[in-house]
């Protein structure tokens, strides 16, 4: 499962076009796999604009996000 989340980018949710006032170098974002039974988990992203959490299942050999919740945090 740390494939799909490992590789995650960290951008913003925005369009690609808008400028974000938040320097890329302090595009900090952490994962935590919060659990793991058979084929679903959870994890929460945190970044610099939002905490994350995700649900996800395992089809396959492949981890998919089949559920994200999210809460903007505070300036």
């Given at each position: ?14 369009h ?15 994962v ?21 959490y ?22």
């Amino acid at each position: 499962m740390t494939d799909i989340l490992g590789g995650w980018p960290g951008r913003p949710a925005c369009h690609p076009r808008i400028s974000v006032k938040t320097p890329r170098e302090k595009w900090d974002r952490s994962v935590r796999v919060l659990d793991v039974t058979g084929n679903v988990a959870v994890a929460r992203v945190e970044t610099p604009w939002f905490v994350d959490y995700f649900h996800l299942g395992r089809f396959g050999d492949r981890w998919v996000i089949v559920n994200a919740m999210w809460q903007p945090k505070g300036r």
